[in-house]
């Protein structure tokens, strides 16, 4: 079998002096290497959005967007952040060396430069984008795979119930039993408020990935008083309570205490917390729902005493269509109910943490930022 050929990779370089975007276009030209030139951060930005590159070679001193500007906005778009990035400059103090270092950047390098040197940095940097490239398509190619088997099982499922439920009614109508008829019914439905619940978490991720959340916190946020909130939420659920016969218990250690948050937001996180610990709880029927200072945030504790999780697999759980030991439980839900929870928590500058409780069960927790100048003082 013949290796594949590949190319030596694309480059792109960006500085104002057009005698150094010349030299760097003709070394690296030599060696077959696809250079493309700007001469700031804007230009690159918009050269990076026609076509992507596998190596960053960056000035530091520009006009409109300097090098720095041009690394902290491509770090911050999840679709360039891989693409290492070379400072070449002719600022060479130590000081500025460590600045462009703590940036993140790859590496610094500083004008006259070896051009031996820098040919064997680039082959390095370039070989190593595209090794996360190719591991960033692995990744993409299981979620993919993922999502195809969550969605596949997740919608066959209670369709089936719908359908095969309706056929029998339509084929036996008046000859079937009154509870045979009412057991179908049932099963209509509950297959019908599965597949609603599914399509509701899908509709509220495309929400979260299309930035209407973020807006919404934005323009919506306010003050909210942490232990109001909570009582709210729990309220809701009393008659969920009540019918699965749990027992709750509410303590408020931080009696007073203000986030600045979107209440639907956070009453959303706390629904899924709430409903997790009802629905990996079998024989121990009892949630407590604590609010307690955490280093200089606050947090809420949802605490069951349900079969725990395995800790080392949490962040799987916290991935879109995943949940832990899914293999192994029959979970119903398209595993979305972690996902949105620690997106909604991050817009509104929050995170969640999961932990299993000493004596079984599982603490899942809601951190937030005190709202400003509203730190209370601990009960």
Same mark, same amino acid.
């Given at each position: ?18 005698? @150094? ?60 952040? *891989?693409?290492?990035? #070379? ?65 596949? *099982? ?111 937001? #956070?009453?959303? +996180?706390?629904?899924?917390? @709430?409903?997790?610990? @009802?629905?990996?709880?079998?024989? *121990?029927?009892? #949630?407590?729902?604590? +609010? ?88």
């Amino acid at each position: 079998m013949e290796k594949e050929v590949r190319e030596p990779g694309s480059v792109l370089v960006v500085d104002d002096n057009p005698l @150094i975007t010349n030299v760097l276009e003709s070394l690296l030209s030599s060696q077959s290497y696809d250079v493309q030139c700007c001469s700031n951060g804007q230009e690159a930005l918009d050269a990076l959005e026609r076509k992507p590159v596998d190596l960053i070679i960056c000035d530091v001193m520009m006009p409109k967007l300097d090098g720095y500007g041009l690394h902290e906005s491509l770090r911050a778009k999840a679709e360039f952040s *891989h693409i290492p990035f #070379i400072f070449l400059t002719a600022l060479s103090e130590e000081s500025e060396k460590r600045k462009g270092l703590e940036t993140g950047a790859d590496d610094y390098v500083v004008k006259p430069f070896d051009p031996g040197k820098l040919l064997s940095m680039v082959k390095g940097k370039v070989l190593r984008s595209r090794s996360l490239k190719t591991a960033s398509a692995e990744k993409y190619d299981q979620f993919r795979k993922k999502i195809i088997h969550t969605l596949s *099982h997740e919608f066959r499922t209670p369709l089936v119930a719908i359908n095969t439920g309706t056929e029998l009614l339509l084929e036996q109508q008046g000859a079937l039993a009154k509870e045979k008829a009412e057991n179908l019914l049932q099963a209509i439905q509950r297959g019908g408020h599965r597949l609603e619940k599914l399509v509701n978490d899908f509709m509220l991720m495309q929400q979260i990935e299309a930035g209407i959340a973020q807006r919404l916190f934005e323009t919506r946020a306010s003050k909210q008083v942490l232990g109001e909130l909570v009582r709210v939420v729990l309220e809701a659920r009393k008659d969920v309570f009540a019918q699965e016969e749990f027992d709750v218990e509410f303590v408020d250690y931080c009696r007073g205490a203000e986030v600045y948050a979107y209440l639907p937001h #956070i009453q959303e +996180i706390l629904f899924r917390f @709430i409903d997790n610990a @009802i629905k990996f709880s079998n024989t *121990h029927k009892s #949630i407590e729902v604590v +609010i307690t200072p955490h280093d200089r945030e606050v947090a809420i504790e949802v605490r069951d005493r349900g079969m725990g999780m395995n800790v080392v697999r949490v962040q799987d759980a916290i991935d879109a269509f995943g949940q832990v030991d899914r293999d192994k439980l029959e979970q119903q839900g398209g595993g979305l109910g972690l996902a949105l929870a620690s997106r909604y928590a991050k817009i509104n500058g929050g995170s969640i943490e999961l932990h299993n409780r000493k004596n079984g069960g599982a603490v899942v927790t809601l951190v937030l930022p005190y709202a400003s100048d509203s730190e209370p003082e601990p009960h």
